[in-house]
């Protein structure tokens, strides 16, 4: 699989480097939907890859598909346990047709940032939810991080009442639509793919996303600028089907989990200063990002507060307390 090698270490890299394998490799297929170019899923399942294909040459073969090329969130994981693909990286508001756990994860204003989470995560209550999945067919693996999302529109956003009667663009989660519900906003799910094209248009007015991706998709280009408000999480789980994992040779499945391992402590570690610099990217364009005084925070954070108790009971209360415990 050398080319397939090669091609991961590539900078123009938005093509999966998926011609190498070798006979006799068993291929992973990994799917994601982001780009590849300074991006921490992109970034990370590059390097996933290209360790993968160097160190189990022979025996397995990578394939990443990035942009939304092979699958969308919404079938990724079907496909997954039809066995026609192996591995992917939803975000975590992507699994609600299999737990009600994960929707811990898009409480609002519940982490003070990443490092956060990573405690999160890294907690018995946090690796617990790598197994929420496995009375469907899935497995988590692992964590990766994106970053704390913002919020935009066509307009300022700086206090709650700017987002009234606005439409937003969510991801597929009920606790995300309950988030803008509250604010009297009309929230809209829908693919990533086709955001960037919605705002254009006008379909929806807003959005919200981590730094990266708001970057990545150019979304600041049809928005009034962004404000500041880190006010939730956009986080991935690195996923797999239980079947295709428990099938794997035990060599085979300890140099994954380990690889595997290390490729996430790396990038994980590296995901504050990819945000920065995305952010920064952005304001270089000229667009204007707005930053919140205490007092309009605090009222993004008392307008939002009661969809905490809404969804306390999908995930259980031990397990807010953990995550709340995680800010310290
Ligand atoms: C989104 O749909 O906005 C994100 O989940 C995309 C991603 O994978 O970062």
New binding site residues.
């Given amino acids: 699989n050398d080319d397939a090698a090669a091609g991961s270490e590539g900078t123009s890299g938005d093509v999966a480097a998926n011609s190498g394998c070798d006979a006799g490799e068993q291929v992973i297929k990994f799917s994601?939907?982001?780009n590849t170019d300074k991006h921490p899923?992109g970034i990370a399942a590059n390097l996933l890859q290209e360790r993968v294909n160097e160190e189990m040459n022979g025996r397995m073969c990578m394939e990443v598909y990035p942009n939304s090329m092979l699958y969308d969130?919404d079938k990724v994981l079907e496909a997954m346990l039809l066995g026609d693909v192996q591995m992917a990286a939803?975000?975590l508001?992507?699994f609600e047709n299999y737990t009600t756990k994960l929707r811990i994860f898009n409480f609002p204003f519940l982490f003070d940032n990443i490092d956060a989470v990573d405690r999160f995560q890294a907690s018995p209550a946090g690796q617990d939810l790598l197994n929420s999945m496995s009375d469907k067919g899935l497995k988590g693996l692992s964590f990766w991080h994106?970053g704390m999302k913002q919020l935009s529109a066509d307009k300022p956003l700086l206090v709650p009442a700017d987002a009234r009667g606005l439409k937003f663009r969510v991801?597929n989660s009920d606790v995300l639509v309950a988030v803008f519900d509250q604010l009297g906003a009309n929230p809209q799910k829908m693919s990533?793919k086709e955001v960037y094209g919605a705002l254009q248009t006008g379909v929806v007015d807003g959005q919200e996303?981590s730094w990266s991706?708001i970057y990545g998709q150019k979304f600041f280009e049809v928005q009034d600028g962004i404000t500041n408000t880190d006010h939730g999480v956009?986080d991935?789980m690195v996923v797999t089907s239980s079947r295709w994992w428990d099938g794997l040779d035990e060599q085979d499945r300890a140099d994954l989990t380990r690889i595997l391992k290390e490729v996430s402590q790396e990038r994980n570690a590296a995901v504050n200063d990819l945000e920065a610099e995305a952010r920064a990217a952005i304001e270089a364009t000229g667009t204007v990002v707005r930053e919140l005084t205490p007092e309009q925070r605090e009222q993004w954070v008392t307008a939002l507060r009661p969809v905490w108790e809404r969804f306390t009971p999908d995930v259980g209360a031990a397990t807010v307390k953990a995550a709340q415990d995680a800010n310290k």
Wanted: aromatic content about 12%; charged content about 25%.
């Fill in positions: 994601h939907v982001t899923k969130d939803p975000s508001s992507k994106s991801e990533f996303n991706n956009l991935y």
